[in-house]
């Protein structure tokens, strides 16, 4: 199942910047993991803005939630979910 997600990041200012650049490194981390397992396919920085738009690829929106919810950037994020089917004129999936 394949789903357009997008995050935005709102930066918290009740921590310390070095405690926020310690998320970060963590949220990369685990976005690599996931990357890896083949979970989460496209990447996309929005130009000029802190954030995202990705393509999950999953078996339930049980796994995209459990996914989500484990980025370490999760509370400080702004995420909307669009689930997707392939369209009838597309040349490819
Ligand atoms: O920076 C972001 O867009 C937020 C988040 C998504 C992946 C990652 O490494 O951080």
Redesign the pocket.
């Known amino acids: 199942m394949l789903f357009l997600v997008q ?3 709102n930066p918290p200012t009740h921590l310390a910047p070095d405690e926020f650049a310690r998320i ?1 490194e963590e ?2 981390q ?3 993991e996931i990357q890896r397992q083949g979970k ?1 396919p496209h ?1 996309w ?2 130009t000029g803005k ?3 738009v ?1 393509v999950f690829d999953v078996d339930s929106n049980q796994e995209l939630h459990d996914l989500l919810t484990s ?1 370490p ?1 999760f509370p400080f ?1 702004e995420v909307s979910v669009t689930p997707m089917n392939t369209h009838p004129s597309a040349l490819s999936e």
């Open positions: 995050m935005k990041v970060k949220e990369k685990r976005a690599l989460w990447l920085r929005v802190y954030s995202n990705s980025l950037l994020m």
